[in-house]
């Protein structure tokens, strides 16, 4: 008589895991509520440093590379000290340095204070989602794309406070220390319930949801050639390849195509919608609360689709409703069809980021961090990048035909979507 085999026992996290969980859905909601406060106040703290628009524009680039500084730094200073270390040094360097763009008198401060700002943001970003891969790992079942959700509910607490202060005519110093104090009080609630460091290691499979997926996923041979898990371990290399994989790159360019769609839809919605339609602004800022409302609403919807079917099925299917919304908004003259297609993209790129952030974070390596700093790198310059596109394109051909450029782009996701699989286990 064969021998039953017996079923996998499903992994129950800790008392510890547990309060973790919502200890970092605060920290990213933190970062939310920051980074909305800053931006609700941009005319108001240009207004009084006397920066120009073109002014304006430069130093907000000059951020962004900071931002994309922080990033790099905080990837193998995770992966040494611990994310939880990283996470508390970046949040309190965030939220101490809100407080410089509110007390900015000039153009030179005001720069100051925005590349500490940029560096922070940055930095926070890798390490928080570090610390959600880690935790993540103890859960029988995926729990990322609930934490960009709060990220996103951070944004929209963050952008009401201000406008709020704003409309009650408080200075914006008081605003921003109301929220730096805020903040600082946060951390310390929070960060003693993130999981500690455990010593770096290469690792195969987190945990069962993933091997789930890698048993629903099987290798495809026709895709394989492009996407190989060049930084799995394997017992014929003595070390990993120096420098970022291919597996690596490849998430790296996926995480470019979405946010540079996501940073599309945020910047160019309302603008495509009134210059398509002729509507009065307020009609088409409806293009941008659709595509936000319904982003936020499927990154909490998000870890139960991919625990059923996979994280390669998110990639795959929400790139193409994605891809769908965006075809909407090209093709469409009729105002709910317009905000139909932004409605679209909103679901169909709410799930896809998480996804790609834990495919790095899990590809096996004993520098996940690090992996994950490359990917949000490329990824960042993406949501730089796609607005800046279709102002250039905005300039050759009609706004509306420019968005063939994010549908093209949702497309090719669909395409390479199987490099975001879980890695075979190796190994006995």
Aim: charged share 10%; proline share 7%; aromatic share 8%.
């Amino acid at each position: 008589m064969a021998a039953t085999t017996p079923a996998p026992r499903i992994r129950t996290p800790d008392s510890r895991t547990r309060r973790a969980r919502p200890a970092l859905f605060a920290v990213f909601g933190l970062n939310g509520m920051l980074s909305a406060v800053w931006i609700v106040h941009i005319p108001a703290v240009t207004a009084r440093t006397g920066v120009t628009p073109t002014t304006l524009g430069m130093l907000i680039l000059l951020m962004s590379g900071c931002a994309i500084a922080g990033m790099q730094t905080a990837g193998p200073l995770a992966d040494r000290l611990g994310s939880r270390a990283l996470t508390a040094a970046a949040a309190t360097l965030l939220s101490l340095a809100l407080l410089g763009p509110a007390f900015a008198t000039s153009p030179l401060t005001l720069g100051l204070a925005l590349c500490a700002f940029g560096f922070g943001n940055g930095a926070i970003d890798v390490s928080m989602n570090a610390q959600a891969v880690h935790i993540e790992r103890a859960y029988p079942r995926p729990i990322m794309s609930a934490f960009h959700a709060f990220f996103s509910c951070g944004g929209f607490l963050g952008s009401a406070y201000g406008a709020a202060t704003q409309h009650a005519h408080w200075p914006p110093h008081l605003t921003f220390v109301l929220a730096s104090a805020f903040g600082l009080a946060t951390l310390l609630l929070a960060v003693p319930h993130l999981l500690p460091h455990t010593a770096a290691r290469a690792h195969s499979v987190p945990n069962p949801e993933v091997a789930a997926a890698a048993a629903r996923e099987p290798a495809d041979p026709a895709l394989a050639q492009h996407f190989p898990a060049a930084d799995a371990p394997d017992a014929t290399r003595g070390s990993r390849m120096p420098g970022p994989g291919r597996t690596v790159l490849t998430l790296g360019l996926i995480a470019f195509a979405l946010l540079m769609a996501e940073g599309v839809a945020a910047d160019w919605s309302a603008l495509q919608v009134k210059g398509r339609l002729g509507v009065d602004a307020g009609t088409a800022g409806l293009a941008f609360t659709g595509f936000s409302l319904t982003m936020t609403l499927g990154r909490f919807a998000a870890d139960r689709v991919s625990g059923r079917f996979g994280r390669v099925a998110i990639v795959r299917w929400g790139t193409l409703v994605a891809a769908t919304g965006f075809g909407l908004v090209a093709a469409s003259g009729w105002l709910p069809l317009t905000l139909l297609g932004w409605t679209l993209c909103g679901i169909g790129l709410a799930g896809g980021v998480p996804q790609v952030f834990t495919a790095a974070g899990n590809l096996g390596s004993a520098t996940s961090a690090t992996d994950m700093s490359r990917v949000f790198g490329l990824g960042y310059v993406g949501l730089l990048a796609g607005p800046a596109i279709i102002g250039w394109l905005d300039k050759l051909v009609p706004l509306t035909a420019a968005m063939t450029v994010p549908l093209v782009a949702m497309l090719l996701c669909a395409w390479g979507a199987r490099a975001v699989a879980a890695p075979a286990r190796t190994g006995g």
